[in-house]
């Protein structure tokens, strides 16, 4: 049996296709389009996907979408009710869209599907719709490990819901407990997203990496004024301050009033009041999630947890939910935003719709390796049709080279295997770096990426090392959580001493100074030897030459662009920028010696 699942129409479009529960592709429009956040209908997706499986369209037995436009609309049409006449720009903007496209999404569904197989017939029940929270919930608990546990969902908003609790009992998931529209944890960051000068739901993982360089001053007044914490868990926002419901705007001149400040301007460096803002909604969130998750632990007697929607991609969070809460085990689902909702939805019919039987032994995810790969004789091919020069190498050569030029201060693009589902690069199509010295992640950031100073970036270690160097207690094989160096790998802070800000980026902090935070925190990638053996294998030649048993590890892109595909955009993405080598499916490529005749001297253009 095989189930097609789709997100769209929103931010991440994405296409998923089970074969008898198991994940055969999941990829996102945005890696084919070069659109970052994509949010058109995932054609090229799907062809990618039944392209994999071996399949035409008309053989797939059901097609899922993650969410039903109709209630969204209806929520849609009462917020505007209740907060008239004063959303009437904002109606007058939305409504358009929506009575063109969005109410008949059905249609054009149905209509885009067509086009892909002609031989694909819409029947009654070949086509169906999930809530959003409903793919949510089962994105993260149906491909987890575990036969029982709890499930917490939490973003902006779906339909009605923005945070949702359920049970999930072999194969089936039941729903709890949830927080309805207005009140969003998911939007109150956005709001602050917003107000920081950074772009709503695209951004927030900024605000996450800016909070360190600042200090929790404004937490009391945002509890006092903007968001009310009840004793059961749950939250509500006073959206006095708030514009999302009837403007064009997350936030309000109200909300200005209240900081003393407008917005930041995009073009405009964050100063200490921003830092001090990014951190005091940081700290305010993690609360309200820590109670929120404190208070499933005393209510159900469930001791693992899943976790799913766009809140769950804040690794600071997980972290301190996996070090402060007594569950036994926490399942993060790696593609935890809307992307992900095509995987949920899919296998929300397979289990729940359908009662197939389910076996929870493993994580299924495949460590989220669901997208395109490509041999070395097509990227072979590839170069030379380009005159480009490269080096084909055997496997162990390959990895021992990567090594080499790591250690050598160099910057590797590393292109291997199948690529990532998710937003996180775990070392399919990475840009590798050596995390002890102290000025790379000035150079990733600044000559490669091309992005902000702040941005921190993450370790891949080796799952062996993980506990000896962090306070982890368990693998984090997804990059989905925050931990701290261990003391014995920290330096002295002299350095720090009458420094603020981003002057704190110039302190060595530890002996892996790259991939320490301004507060000696990381987000962490443990790589195991038998789920990942290809990248394990790069980072162990690694420590076999240099005794450090971690590499700094980011995603293969720079700044606005969507994470790299096919051997042409890493390609694109190397000339572009200032690293130093592309390792690609055991091709090694070198900027120093690319053209094969030194008298020959390519344009960019031309390369490409």
């Known amino acids: 049996m ?63 979408f993650y969410e039903k436009p109709f209630i969204k609309f209806e929520r849609l049409i009462e917020t505007y009710l209740a907060t008239a006449p004063t959303g009437l720009p904002s109606f007058l903007k939305a409504m358009p869209l929506w009575i063109k496209d969005k109410i008949f999404m059905k249609k054009h569904i149905i209509k885009e599907l067509s086009q892909i197989d002609k031989r694909w017939v819409y029947k009654d029940d070949n086509l169906l719709f999930t809530d959003h929270h409903q793919a949510h919930a089962a994105s993260a608990f149906f491909p987890s490990p575990f036969k029982n546990a709890l499930v917490l969902t939490a973003d902006g908003v779906g339909e009605w819901a923005t945070t949702t609790v359920w049970r999930g009992s072999d194969n089936k998931l039941q729903l709890l407990r949830e927080i309805r529209f207005p009140h969003s944890l ?75 400040n407008a917005p930041r301007k995009a073009n405009e460096p964050p100063d200490q009041f921003h830092m001090d803002i990014a951190c005091s909604v940081q700290k305010v969130v993690e609360k309200v999630m820590l109670n929120i998750v404190a208070e499933l632990e005393q209510s159900y007697p469930e001791k693992d947890l899943c976790m799913a929607g766009g809140v769950a991609l804040n690794c600071v969070i997980n972290g301190k939910i996996q070090a402060q809460t007594g569950f036994k085990n926490i399942w993060i689902q790696p593609a935890a935003g809307d992307a992900g909702g095509a995987l949920g939805a899919a296998y929300f019919v397979y289990y729940q719709y359908l009662n197939n039987q389910r076996k929870a032994e493993q994580d299924l995810m495949k460590n989220a390796l669901l997208g395109p790969a490509f041999t070395k004789e097509y990227i072979a091919e590839m170069l030379a049709d380009r005159n480009l020069h490269y080096e084909i190498q055997d496997e162990t050569e390959f990895n021992k080279t990567i090594a080499r030029y790591l250690d050598e201060g160099k910057v590797v693009g590393y292109f291997k295997g199948r690529m990532e589902f998710g937003p996180r690069a775990l070392g399919s199509r990475s840009i590798l770096g050596d ?140 000339m572009k920028s200032d690293m130093d080598v592309l390792a690609i499916e055991q091709i090694i490529i070198t900027k120093k010696h690319m053209v094969k005749s030194l008298k020959q001297e390519l344009t960019l253009k031309q390369i490409l």
């Open 2 to 64: 095989y189930i097609l699942g789709i997100s769209a129409y929103y931010h991440d479009s994405a296409a998923c296709l089970l074969y008898n529960g198991d994940i055969v592709a999941a990829v996102q429009e945005e890696r084919f389009t070069r659109i970052k956040n994509d949010a058109c209908f995932p054609g090229y997706s799907i062809k990618y996907c039944l392209e994999e499986s071996g399949i035409s369209l008309h053989q797939v037995d059901f097609v899922v």
């Open 186 to 260: 998911g939007l109150f960051y956005s709001a602050f997203t917003y107000y920081l000068g950074f772009k709503v739901n695209s951004d927030e993982y900024k605000v996450m990496g800016l909070a360190p360089y600042g200090k929790p001053v404004f937490v009391p007044l945002i509890l006092e004024k903007l968001i009310d914490l009840k004793s059961d868990g749950s939250f509500r926002l006073n959206m006095k301050y708030f514009n999302y419901c009837a403007g064009l705007t997350m936030t309000n001149k109200g909300f200005n009033k209240l900081f003393a």
């Open 435 to 574: 995390p002890r010295k102290a000025d790379m992640q000035s150079v990733i950031n600044q000559k490669i990426k091309f992005r902000e100073s702040f941005r921190p970036f993450a370790p891949a270690i080796l799952e062996e090392y993980a506990q000896q160097y962090y306070n982890l207690s368990c693998p984090s094989p997804y990059m989905l959580l925050v931990s701290s160096i261990k003391d014995r790998y920290r330096l002295p802070e002299s350095d720090a001493v009458n420094k603020a800000g981003l002057e704190l980026l110039k302190v060595k902090r530890s002996v892996l100074p790259a991939v320490t935070h301004v507060d000696y925190s990381a987000r962490l990638q443990t790589v195991n030897k038998q789920l990942h053996p290809e990248f394990y294998n790069v980072i162990k030649a690694f420590f076999d030459l240099t005794g450090c048993p971690a590499v700094i590890n980011t995603s293969f892109n720079v700044k606005d662009e969507p994470i790299v595909c096919t051997p042409q955009d890493a390609l694109q993405c190397f």
